[in-house]
C-alpha cells in the first residue's frame, strides 16, 4: 500500500523551479532513497512534505488520503518527521530540551521525568545519549542522534532524513542503517536522501531527481551504483580515482609530540608525532571529535612550528559555510579573502577591481564553478559549487601544505570527483597534502599512508596500499593492532 | 518593473505624508493652523536661503555622527556612543582652538584632528573591551555617554570655565581655529562641507579600500575571516575608533563652526538620532547625505513650525517618531515586495 | 488651550516680542514663568508675541537670528546659557534688542536681566539656620552654574549670620526631568540629617516639598509661592515675578528706554523679588529678623560683594 | 553610621532599582524570544502617563496600574506587530516607539493635566507590612514595602521559573535562539514572539506606573529620564538572566543612592563625578571580567521562513 503519494507537486522560487511537477510514490513499511546532485530539489521536497513550505502546485495524499501539510505542526500532528539536512537543534540547549521541543501541552516542565522518558526512547531503539547534555558541546554524529530522537519521540510513522550519513562514521553508517531497518519492520515509512551510493543501493526503491524532475524510480534490485550515478549527473562518472605514483620530495610538515588542550583543559591531542612529504598525502581517519579538529588547527595557526621554512598553506576547513566562506560576499569577493591585500588585487591601499573580476572569471573556469557570473553571492550556490569556490581560493598560488577537512561531504558524487582530482594535481605538482576525513573508502582512495586517530592520538599510520577498509574501522573504533 | 524602480523614492515620500498626516491632527488638537505649520516647516527648511542654511548646519553633525555608525555597522559593531564621542571631540578641539596659537591653515586642521583623536579614544575604549575582552560594545558605549556629558559638565564648569559666565561654558576658540561661514550671513558654515568630504573618504574606504575589504569580511562573518588571516580584533578596534573618531569630527564641527566654545549641553542627541539615519540610509551614503537632510530639515523645520505657526514642540516630536516609524516600515515592505518577486540567479 | 502664539501676519506698526526657552512651558517653574512673562506682556502692552521651547545649546543661534531676521524688536533669550549666542548674534542685527535673562552680558542692543537670587536666599538662610535643630542645612538644584551658585551663597551666607558653625549640604541632580531622582536626592539629605531644605528646580520641586513634609522636615518654596504645595513643610517661598520682570523691560523697550545694560532687579521691586507668605511654624521673631534684614537689603545697608574665600571667587557681606 | 541611615539607604537603593528592573525584565520577555527591544524608554513613559491619567480622573490606584500594564501592553503590540509581522528593523522601530511616546505622552500631559490648575497630586499606593519580617532590624525595610515592588519579586521568581521550568519557556528561548529549528518542531514562531514582545510590554508599563504612583505621585513630560536605556544596560549585564539582570538594576539603583548620599555628606568631590558614579562603576565591573555575554543568537533577526539564514 502506498503511505505517501505526491502527484504533480511543483514549487518555485521567484521564476526558478525547484520542484518540476514530482510525482512519487512511497510504499508502506519501505525505505526510500531520493538521489540527485546538489540543487537537485531534494531538500525542498523534503520541506514541502514536511509542512515548511507550501507546494505552488500538487497535491500529497497520506495513506490515500488527499492532506493538506500547512506547517511543521500539522506534519508532526499527521505523523511526519523530517530530519533536516542542516540540524533543527539548538545549541544552547540540552538534549532532552531539544527533544520534547513544542510537544508538551502543560505547563509545567518536569525536566526529570522527560530525562527519564528520553533515556527509556533511546534504549528501545539502541541510539545512546546523555539527556542532560548541552547539544553544542555533542559532536555531529550524536547530534544527528538526538535528529532521529526527536523524531521518533514524536511518533513519527513517516520518516524524512535529509542527508543524515554525511556527518557519520562507518560505524555509525551501519549502526544507523540497521536502526532504519528495524523501524522499518516495526511498520515506519522512512525516507532517506543521501549523495552516497553504496547507501542508497541498501534501500528498498530509489528516486532520482535532477534539475527539479523526476529521472526514474526504480527498485534497488534492479540497479547498481554506476547507472545510478550516471542517472543523475547526466553523464559518464568515474567511481574510482586514478592515482599517479609521484616522487616525494622533501618533508614539508614535522609534527613532534603535540599536544593540545580545549578550553576546558582536556587534552584532545595527546603526543601526535609525523611528517608529510612533498607529493604525498597523508590522510587521517577517524570517527568525528577524536581531536582532528583540534589537531588542523593548531597545525594551521601556528604553522611556523612545524615547519622548516615559511610555507604557504592552503586551509579546506570543515564547515565551508561557516568558516570558508562569507556567504553575503559574492564569488569574486570570496575568492580574494586571503590575498585582498596583495598585488595585484590591491595597489596603495585600493581594490582592483579589473583584476578581481579576471581572477574570479578564470578561477570560474578552471574550477567549473557553475553560476551565472562573479557577482552573485556564494549564499545562492549549491554546496558543491560554494566548496568549489573553497578550493580555487586554497590551491591558488601554489601551497606547500594542503590541509583538507572533510572537503567531500555533502557533495554529489559529481562534486566529489571533481574535488578530489583538484587535490590530486596539487599532489602531482608537488605539494604536502593532509586529508582528514571519516569516509574511509575515500581516504584509502586518495591517501598515500593513512594515520589513524582514536582519543587524541595516532593509533597507527598505515600504508594506504596494504590495508582495508576493515583495519581501519577497527583502530578508529578503538581496536589495538 | 517600473513601479519598482522607484519604489525607494516612492515608499519614503508615502511614508513622510503619512506622518505629517497624522501630524496634522495634532496640531489641530493643540489648536495651532497645521497648513501654517507645514508651510513653514517646508519653505523655511528647504526653501528659503537661512532655512537651507540651518538645515545644512544641523545636517553636518548628523552626517558625521552616521557615518561613524555605518562604519561600525560595517565591522558588525553596533555604536550607541555616538553622544559621548561628540561631547570628546568636541572637547580636543575646544582644547587646541584655546590653548594653542597657530595661523588658521595649522589651527584648524589641528583643531579637526584633535577633535577627531579625542572621538577616536572615546570610541577605541568600548572597541578594545569588545575585541579583546569581549564585551558588548553596545553596553559599554552607552555607559560611556554619560560618562563623557558628565565629564564635559565638569569641564565647562569648572576648569574650563568663561570667567563670570551664567552658565557652564568655555571661553570663545582662537579665530584662527574656527571655520569659516558658507552661506555668507546664515549660520551654514565649512564644517557642511567638511561632513561631505569625508563621506565621500569613508565611501572610498569602505567600497574601494582593502581596509574596506577586511572590515566588511569581518562584519559580514569574523570567524572565517579570522580563519582567512585577518585580525578580527585589531579590525573590530580600528572600526570602532574610526566610528568615534568620525562622531568626534561631528564635535569638532560644532565648536569651530557653529558655537566657537564648549558648552555643556553641545549635543542635543545627535548621537542618537544617527542610528536611525544609519539604519534608515540602507547602508548606502548617498541615502546617508539624503537621510541626514531631511533629519536636518525635521530639526530645523521643527523650530521655524513653533517660532512661526505656534506648532508646540511635543507635536513635532511625534512628528519626528512617526516618521522614522513609516520610513522604516515602508522600507521593510518594500523588501518584501522585492523579495516575493525575486528572481534566482541560476 | 492657550497656545496663542501669532502667526508672522504683518501688523505693522505693532511692536514685537519673542522668547527662547531652554526647556518645556509646562514646567511650572522656570521656563512656564518666562512664557507668562511674554504672555503678560501681551496683555498689558498689547505686544505681538512669539515663543520656542526647548531650545537646545545647538539651536540657540539658529532660534535668535530668525527671529531677529523676522523683525522682531525684542528677542528674550531665558537662561544665562543663551550669553554667547546673544553675544554672537546681536552684532549682526542692530534693530533688534536682545534680553539675557540671568545673564551677564551687555551692548549696544544687549540688555541682561538678572534678579538678584542672592538676596532673597540670603533671608531664607537667616530663617532655615533659626529653624533648624540638627543646624544641617541643604540645597538642591538640577545642576550647578552661576545663579545655583549664587543662590547657594546667599543661602549659605544668611545662615551663617544666624549661627557660624552651622553646616550646609548641596545636591546636583544632573538631570532637571528627573523627578524621581530628585525626590531620592531629598530623601539621602534628610537621612544625612539636614531638616531644612532650599531648593531650585523645575518639575520636580513638587516633589522634594512633599517629601520634606513627609519626613516632618522644612523647606522653602521657589520662584512661585509654594506653600500651598506642602503647607505643613514650606516655611515661606523665594517669590520671583519674573513675569512682571519681564514685562517691566518689555515696557521700556517699547518705549525705547531700554538700555544696554544688566537690570539687576532685587529685593527693592517687591512687586518682582519678595519673600511669600510665611507658614504659622515660623515665629514672630524670626519673621520680624527676616523682614529687618530685607529693609537693610532694600536700604543697601547690607550688600553683597566679590571676594575671595579659601582662593575662590565668591560673594561676601559687606554692611555698612 | 546609623542603623537607621543603613536602612535608609537600603529602600532608597530598592526604590531606584525597581522602575528600572520593571523595564529590564520587559525587555526580558522581548529580548529573549528574539526580538530587540530599543523601546523600553518609550513603554515605560507611556505606562507613567496612562496611569497618571488614569488615576487622576478615576482617584483609584489600580485602575492606574491597569491601564498602565494595559497601555505597556498595546506599545508591546505595536512594536511586535512591526518587528514581527512587518519586519521592521527591530532597533529602528524601538527608537521611533521612544520618540513617538515621547512627544504624545508630552502632548497629552499637557491638554489633560494643564487646564486644571496647580500640580495633579496623585494618591499612593499603599505600604504592606509583611508581619514579624518587616520588624527585623536595618533589612526590615525591604518588607514594608508597597504592592508594586512585591509585585516585581514575583515577577523575578516567576519569570526565572517560566524561562527555564516551563514548556512555554523552553518554547520562547527557542525561538530566540534558533527560530527555523522551533518552527520546525511546530512552534509558531510569529506567536511566540508576540506573547512574549506583550508581555513584556505590560511588564515595563507597570514600571511608568511605579515611577508615577508610588515615587512621585505625578507625571512630568521626559520623567523617565533614560531609565529605559539603563534598563537595556542591566539587561545585557545580567546576561538575559531574571536574576542577573535585576541584580544589575540594584547595583545602578545601589550606586545612585550611593552617590547621592555622598553628595549630601558634603564630601568635596565635584557633583558630576558622583552623578557618573553607577556608569562607572557597571563599566568597571563589565571590563574587570564580569565581561563577557552571549545574546540570544536570533536577537535582532526578523524570522523568514523561506530565508536560507534560519
Ligand atoms: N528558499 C529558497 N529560495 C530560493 N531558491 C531556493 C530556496 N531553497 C532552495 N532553492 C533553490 O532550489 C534548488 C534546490 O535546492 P535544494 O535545497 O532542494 O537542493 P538539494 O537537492 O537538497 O541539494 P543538496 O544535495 O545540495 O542538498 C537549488 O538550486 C536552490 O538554489
Ligand atoms: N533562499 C535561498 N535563496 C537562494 N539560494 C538558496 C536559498 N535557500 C537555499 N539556497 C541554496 O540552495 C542550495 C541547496 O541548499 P542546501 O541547503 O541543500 O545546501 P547544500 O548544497 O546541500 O549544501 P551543504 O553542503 O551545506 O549540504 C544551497 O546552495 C543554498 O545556499
Ligand atoms: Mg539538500
Ligand atoms: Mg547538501
Partial sequence: MSYLRLENITKKFGTFIANDNINISIESGTIHAILGENGAGKSTLMNIISGLYQPDNGQIYLQNKPVKIASSDVAIKLGIGMIHQHFMLIPQLTVTENIILGQSKNIHLNIRQKQAEVIALSQTYNLEIDPTAKVEDLPVGIQQRVEILKVLYRQAKLLILDEPTAVLTPIEVKSLILILRQLAERGHTIIFISHKLEEVIKCDTVTVLRRGKVITTTKTQQTTPQQLAELMVGRQVSLCLDKQPVAKGEVILSVKNLHVK????????????????????????????????????????????????????????????KTGLILRFNIAQNLILKAFKNQPFSRRGLLQQDAIKTNAVSAMEEFDIRAPDVNVPVSQLSGGNQQKIVLARELAGEPDLIIAMQPTRGLDVGAIEAVQQRLLAQRERGAAILYISTELEEVIAISDRIAVMYKGEFVGILDAANTTVAEIGWLMGGGKR | MITKRFLPIFSPLIAITSALIVGAFLIFIAGANPIAAYTALFQESLSTYFGFGNTLTKMAPLLFVSTGVLFGLKAGQFNIGGEGQIYFGALGSTLVGLYIQAPSFIHVPLALLAGFIFGAFWGWIPGYLKAIRGVNEVITSLLLNYIAINLISYLTQNPLKELNAPSPYSPLIAKSAQLPIILPGSLAHGGILLAIIVVGIIWIIVNRSTLGYRITAVGLNPKASDYAGISVQCTIMLAMTVAGGLAGLAGASEVMGLKYRLFEQISPGYGFDAIAIAFLSRGSVLGLVLVSLFFGALRSGANVMQRSAGAPVTVIYAIQGLTVLFIAIGLALEHRLIQSNNVDHR | SNQTSSTTSNNSGGFKIAIALPGVISDKAWNQ?????????????????????????????????DFARRGYNLVIAHGGQFDAAISQIAPQFLDTFFIGVNGSVSGANIASLRIDHLQVSYLCGIIAASMTKSNKLAYIAGQEFQATQEELRGFELGAKSIKKDIQIASTFTGDWNDVAKAKEATLALISTGADVIYQWLDSASPAVLQTASDKGVYAFGNTKDQSDVAPKAVLTSAVKHLDVAITYLVELAQKKELKGQIYKLGLERPDILTLGKFSQIVSQPIQKQALNTKQQI??????????????????????V | ???????????????????LAYAALGGLFSERSGVLNIGLEGMLLTGAFTSAATTFYTGNVWAGIFTALIAGGLVGFLHAFLCVSLRVNQLVSGLAINLVATGLTSFLARLLFNSSSGTQRLPTVPQIRIPVLANIPIVGVLFRQDILVYILFSIIVLTTYFLFYTNLGLNLRAVGEYPKAADTAGISVTLVRYIAVVTGGCI???????????????????????????????????????????????????????????????VNIPYQFLTMLPYTVALLALAGGIGKSTPPTALGLPYNRNSIKG
Fill in chain 1, 262 to 321: 580545549d578550553n576546558r583543559g582536556i587534552a584532545v591531542v595527546r603526543n601526535v608525532s609525523f611528517e608529510v612529504r612533498a607529493g604525498e598525502v597523508l590522510g587521517v581517519a577517524g570517527v568525528d571529535g577524536n581531536g582532528q579538529s583540534e589537531l588542523v588547527d593548531s597545525i594551521y595557526r601556528t604553522p611556523y612550528s612545524y615547519m622548516s621554512r615559511v610555507r604557504r598553506v592552503g586551509y579546506i576547513p570543515e564547515d565551508r559555510q
Fill in chain 3, 33 to 65: 514663568s518666562g512664557y507668562e512673562g511674554v504672555q503678560l506682556a501681551k496683555q498689558k502692552l498689547g505686544v505681538e508675541i512669539a515663543h520656542v521651547e526647548k531650545v537646545t545649546q545647538a539651536d540657540q543661534t539658529e532660534v535668535l537670528s
Fill in chain 3, 298 to 319: 532694600v536700604d543697601k545697608k547690607i550688600t553683597f560683594v566679590n571676594c575671595q574665600e579659601a582662593g575662590k571667587n565668591t560673594l561676601c557681606i559687606k554692611k
Fill in chain 4, 1 to 19: 553610621m546609623s542603623v537607621d541611615f543603613i536602612s535608609d539607604y537600603l529602600a532608597s537603593s530598592l526604590r531606584l532599582s525597581v522602575p
Fill in chain 4, 204 to 266: 515595563v508599563g507597570c514600571g511608568g506606573a511605579y515611577l508615577v504612583l508610588v515615587q512621585v505621585n505625578y507625571f512630568v513630560e521626559e520623567m523617565s529620564a533614560g531609565r529605559g536605556f539603563i534598563a537595556i544596560a542591566s539587561l545585557i549585564f545580567g546576561k538575559w538572566h531574571p536574576v542577573g539582570s535585576f541584580l544589575a538594576c540594584l547595583l545602578f539603583g545601589a550606586t545612585e543612592a550611593l552617590q547621592l548620599r555622598i553628595q549630601a555628606f558634603s
